[in-house]
């Protein structure tokens, strides 16, 4: 009668090692990334130039920190607050984006299937959600959660809602409107103990409303 209350003792100490009091997962998730401008002011092929075509997430206490291998060498960076930082190389200045502020489109409907898809060794469920301006499907798997209370201000391609709804970070993530199609698939996750400083910005730069943002905000208006 001992042995399985030492298993689920273990159990527990595992997740409360990896996942921590706030249920948010701790780790590095690498990414296969693809996007395309529709607006067509980045041509495909300046687009996996300047952007590239892998980009590696850390997650920490409801915190992420995002860097994609293209020249841009673009990072940001998520404190769990209402912006979004991000730097770029040879821009000597911390772009920035207000995150309460609504997204172009607004929700019209979702729905939920489990087990819709294999990403990998991942049997993923599938929130597909509908919105005025287009679609997003969003794979996730509870192995790896996200604490929606994090997420509430993060209404940046709808991460708020679509965290609110799964509980967990993207397995694959496929965000599409009249202006941008972006994807991202996990290829790689590892468990892991990160250092509070990854997620700290970079000091002494020069904050900057990020330019996309605007256009994105004056097509909404």
Known sequence: MKTPLIITALIVSICSYTYGQNGNFEGTVRYAFKYKDKTEKLSPKEVKKLMGNQQIYYFKSGKYKSKLNGAWEKTSYYSGGDTL??????V??????????????????????????RIKSWKCDLLEVKTTEGTILYYFHPQYPLNP????AHKY?????????????????????????????AEIIRERTLKAALFKAPRGYAKVKDPQWKVASARKD
Request: aromatic residues 16%.
């Open 85 to 90: 930082h991000s730097t770029k190389k040879e």
């Open 92 to 117: 000597r200045a911390l772009l920035w984006i207000y995150l309460k502020k609504a997204p172009p489109g607004e929700v019209i409907s979702y729905k939920i299937t489990r087990k819709a898809k």
């Open 149 to 152: 209370e994090s997420f509430a």
């Open 157 to 185: 391609r709808f991460w708020d809602f679509c965290i609110q709804k799964t509980g967990a970070l993207p397995i694959k993530f496929v965000y599409e409107n009249n202006n941008e199609y972006l994807e991202i698939t």
